[in-house]
T-cell receptor, first 116, second 112 residues
Framework: GAVVSQHPSWVICKSGTSVKIECRSL??????MFWYRQFPKQSLMLMAT?????????EQGVEKDKFLINHASLTLSTLTVTSAHPEDSSFYIC????????????FGPGTRLTVT | LAKTTQPISMDSYEGQEVNITCSHN???????ITWYQQFPSQGPRFIIQ???TKVTNEVASLFIPADRKSSTLSLPRVSLSDTAVYYC?????????????FGTGTRLQVFP
């Protein structure tokens, strides 16, 4: 149990377009979901925290108008990269916390975004 | 959130025990210590969490001295499939809604 999926697993888009990445908790309800970005050979960088039904909380330096996060249900959060540029190319990973459960966060498999 | 310091990389051979130490001098009273494993192009996977002394599960052991300023992840008899990056996190807290701040991690390479 406690599986988190992401879709798509990889995406290539042209500069200036927008891309939406989905994060789903498949077999549990996630009260909180987190979005991370990871550049090659680097650590994960937390971008934002999203709670179902409320606005996301962004980390310092992350543009909320560029990285739109929607947590519309207890099993789905989406990250939309608006007006993507090549420097947005990265590995985006989400994680989810299961309500009324332990301290463990469950991570998705990640989405590789390449902006050309 | 307490900062962590880990070795950048470690090498080992199959069948050996690997110990990865993490320093967290500014750990707070309420902080827990959590370790995650990450394979290339995958999301991290929870390994173990502890508060003090020793914690053991089917995958690893976590040793925490009395002052809690450091911790050691012990992987018994590693195999090639244990080649990954290991992250030590402090301050994640007991609640799974707390945000996780990842440090640089330790890149473990296991050789045959």
């Amino acid at each position: 149990g406690a599986v988190v999926s992401q879709h798509p697993s990889w995406v290539i888009c042209k500069s200036g377009t927008s891309v939406k990445i989905e994060c789903r908790s498949l077999d549990f309800q996630a009260t909180t979901m987190f979005w991370y970005r990871q550049f090659p050979k680097q650590s994960l960088m937390l971008m934002a925290t999203s709670n179902e039904g409320s606005k996301a909380t962004y980390e310092q330096g992350v543009e909320k108008d560029k990285f739109l996060i929607n947590h519309a249900s207890l099993t789905l959060s989406t990250l939309t990269v608006t007006s993507a540029h090549p420097e947005d190319s990265s590995f985006y990973i989400c994680s989810a916390s299961r309500a009324q459960s332990s301290y463990e966060q469950y991570f998705g498999p990640g989405t590789r975004l390449t902006v050309t | 959130l307490a900062k962590t310091t880990q070795p950048i990389s470690m090498d080992s051979y199959e069948g050996q025990e690997v110990n990865i130490t993490c320093s967290h001098n500014n750990i707070a009273t309420n902080d827990y210590i959590t370790w995650y494993q990450q394979f290339p192009s995958q999301g991290p996977r929870f390994i173990i969490q502890g508060y003090k002394t020793k914690v053991t599960n089917e995958v690893a052991s976590l040793f925490i001295p009395a002052d809690r300023k450091s911790s050691t992840l012990s992987l018994p008899r590693v195999s090639l499939s244990d080649t990954a990056v290991y992250y030590c996190l402090v301050g994640a807290g007991f609640y799974n809604t707390d945000k996780l701040i990842f440090g640089t991690g330790t890149r473990l390479q296991v050789f045959p």
